[in-house]
């Protein structure tokens, strides 16, 4: 199989660039214009082409796509003009930007330009920053071989930062990246236009009766100024809060702000009102998602766009102002649809996390109970509340699912306290106490985890000493210097690690104070993270279940296209006359355990439908 390296160099402008807008809108524009392309073939010099569409065209033609591999940095932009533009679809796509995303992402940044410097294989030019506001026609003969050289220059240092980096990067992550290109690249996924736009009209006319009803000025309502004014005139006090980024008092009208929730119960129907037509006002992120989808739906089918590698642990997270990671459920999903003659089938993973710690911690009451199908849930229940499982409640049950899906971490009975009663449930600060001891009590392999994990951190922390103390389940993850090594050889990697020395008034990423002898690392931007044995725990379970995931996944893609993946979940499209054949395998695949996690037992929840929200189970 060729390799070829290809960038592509377009026109852009002030208001229209990838800064500005997202991949999929600048490609279909009828703005898009290519200035060039170079290319290269295996180790053969680099090329570039220049001209019109028919003279472009025609050089991409030289080339065997179907039977070649394509590489680029961020192939996910030139490989949406290679299929989009020209409809070249390549055997295989590799992205030096994703690479880099899982090897340094978590504390580097990965553009061609950093990327080059930290690897040592040279430097990135500046000439696209003369080139905004010009088309091709406004070149010059000398400007245009400047560009000409450091397009070429781009392509030089992207082949030889993949020769530096893809020695031992895992092939399967390889065969990920490109699933994870497909899924945007290839796109199959239509819009329900005439679903979307009734709810627009419907979110629309909701906000336009919620602000007649509290009879104020939409002004007041957006601004945090004018709305706690408001409040101080009606005799209320605004609610504040401690901002977790400054430290100082600010006012705590977020709507997921405990302060802003009791003005929304409020005795005073006024203020109820008012606080729901803010509610309403500020909240846009349903209208601004379905007016983007439309706006798709207009140019044509639905691109998936993936990050992969783009959390800590190596879940894929979203891109190009589509965050399908965390779309609700609802309309929205109900309005992606599959094209006639196709079904979806989307497959989670059940309780995946939960059966991984259970696993990895050596917990193997909880394992048994997972392999022979029983409530978990229940179980751990009937524990806390000493009583025998086919008399616990469906209220106990749901304490005992939080503790199972949440105290895994090492969750305190604040946490604990403040997570059941956004789910509306109250209990005291005594109740919530009793309940972690019993968790801690009855987990006890998953609780000495964590203080195995604690001192790991304290060994990893001490830079000299290579003789770390074991974690987990022998032989799953290793520990090394800087990083944990993980069973596919991608690490989770905690940059600097050291355990502080003196008092400070530091805060982490997060909004935590650092203090003495706590263990902390150094991720992007130099930010300090405060990292424990229940977070380590946290992260190696996600980066362990992200590859099992990873893994059934491409054993989907083998024989249908997979065209989503969130969280633990995965979706692909089938013909219809295939659909019960397909669900079996479907389901084979999710059940499928790796040889590095013999014996931890796997299941999943799988539905059809024509539509990503209108799934039968």
Known sequence: MDLLTIDFETYYDKKYSLAKITTEQYVRDDKFEIIGFAIKRNDEPTVWYTGDMEHLRSAIDRYDWKNSGCLAHNTMFDSFILTEIFGKHAKMWFDTMSMGQALIGSFHSVSLANMSKYYEIGEKGTEVADALGKHIS???????????????????????????????????????????????????????????????????????KKLKDANIDEKVLASNKQFAEYLESKGIEVPTKISPTTG??????????????????????????????????????????????????????????????????????????????????????????????????????????????????????????????????????????????????????FIGKTCV??????????????????????????????????????????????????????????????????????GVVTADIDSLILPNEMRIHYKNLHTVEEESDWLDDDGNPIIKDQVVYVGRGDKKKYIYGGKLTENVVQALARIIIGEQMLLIAKKYQVVLTVHDAVACIVPIEERDEAMKYVEECMNYTPDWAEGLPLTCELGYGNSYGGISK
């Open 138 to 208: 406004d070149f010059s003969k000398e400007e245009l071989e400047r560009y000409a050289k450091y397009c070429i220059n781009d392509v030089d240092l992207t082949y030889e930062l993949f020769k530096k980096i893809a020695v031992g990067f895992p092939k399967p992550e390889l065969k990920l990246i490109d699933l994870t290109l497909r899924m945007f690249n290839d796109p199959i996924l239509e819009i329900d236009t005439d679903l979307l736009e009734g709810e627009l009209d419907a979110i629309k006319n909701e906000k336009l």
């Open 248 to 397: 100082k008092e600010t006012f705590a009208l977020a709507k997921s702000d405990e302060g802003f929730k009791k003005l929304l119960n409020h005795d005073d129907e006024e203020i109820r009102l008012v606080a729901e037509a803010r509610k309403n006002i500020k909240s846009r992120i349903n209208e601004t998602r379905i007016e983007r989808f439309l706006k798709i739906s207009d140019r044509g089918a639905l691109p998936i766009p993936l990050r992969y590698y783009a959390a800590h642990t190596g879940r894929w997270g979203g891109s190009d102002k589509i965050n399908l990671q965390n779309l609700p459920k609802g309309v929205i999903r109900k309005g992606i649809i599959v094209p006639s003659g196709y079904t979806l089938i989307d497959s989670d993973s059940s309780q995946i996390e939960a059966r991984v710690l259970a696993w990895f911690s050596g917990q193997d009451d909880v394992v048994e109970q997972f392999r022979n199908k029983e409530d978990v849930y229940k179980h751990m229940a009937s524990k806390i509340y000493k009583k025998p499982v086919e008399e616990v409640t469906s209220d106990e049950r």
């Open 405 to 474: 899906l949440g105290c895994g971490y090492g969750m305190g009975h604040e946490k604990f306290r403040s997570t059941i009663k956004n789910a509306g449930v109250t209990m005291s600060e005594d109740e919530c106490k009793e309940i972690v001891h019993a968790y801690r009590q009855t987990a006890v392999n998953i609780a000495n985890l964590w203080k195995q994990g604690d001192r790991l951190l304290k060994n990893l922390a001490k830079v000299s000493n290579k003789a770390y103390s074991p974690y987990g389940r022998k």
